[in-house]
C-alpha cells in the first residue's frame, strides 16, 4: 500500500508559478509511473502529467506544454509538478497518483494510488 500526500497548493496570480510536491511512502517509490491530475468544480478529474519510473519519458495534455514540468526524485520519493505562466484555468484541486502498471496511462483508471489532493488557485 502506497501513500501519497501532496503539499500546500496556494493562491497565485496570473502568470506566476507554483510547484506542488507529492511524497510517497510504504511502497518502492522506484516500481511507480506517477502522474499528476486535476479536477475544477463541477469538472471531471483529468490528466495533467505523468513521468515514467526512471524519469526518463515524461507526458504532458496539450494545455500545460511548455509551461508545466513533471520530475521525480527516486531518492526521496518525490514527485514534483513546476507550474509556470499559470492562468485562471488552471484553478483546480491537484492530485498525485501512483501507477504500478507497465506502461504510463493517461487516464486516471489506471492508477492505483491516489493522494488527498490540494487546491490551486490562480487569481486573474
Known amino acids: 500500500q502506497v501513500q501519497l500526500v501532496e503539499s500546500v497548493g496556494g493562491l497565485v496570480q496570473a502568470g506566476g508559478s507554483l510547484r506542488l510536491s507529492c511524497a510517497a511512502s510504504?511502497?518502492?517509490?522506484?516500481?511507480?509511473?506517477m502522474g499528476w491530475f486535476r479536477q475544477a468544480p463541477g469538472n471531471e478529474r483529468v490528466f495533467v502529467a505523468a513521468?515514467?519510473?526512471?524519469?526518463?519519458?515524461?507526458y504532458y495534455t496539450d494545455s500545460v506544454k511548455g509551461r508545466f514540468t513533471i520530475s521525480r526524485d527516486n531518492a526521496k520519493n518525490t514527485v514534483y509538478l513546476q507550474m509556470n505562466s499559470l492562468k485562471p484555468e488552471d484553478t483546480a484541486v491537484y492530485y498525485c497518483?501512483?501507477?504500478?502498471?507497465?506502461?504510463?496511462?493517461?487516464?486516471?483508471?489506471?492508477?492505483?494510488?491516489w493522494g488527498q489532493g490540494t487546491q490551486v488557485t490562480v487569481s486573474s
Open positions: 497518483a501512483a501507477d504500478r502498471g507497465g506502461g504510463i496511462n493517461i487516464g486516471s483508471s489506471g492508477y492505483d494510488y
Open positions: 510504504g511502497g518502492t517509490f522506484s516500481s511507480y509511473n
Open positions: 513521468i515514467s519510473r526512471s524519469g526518463a519519458r515524461t
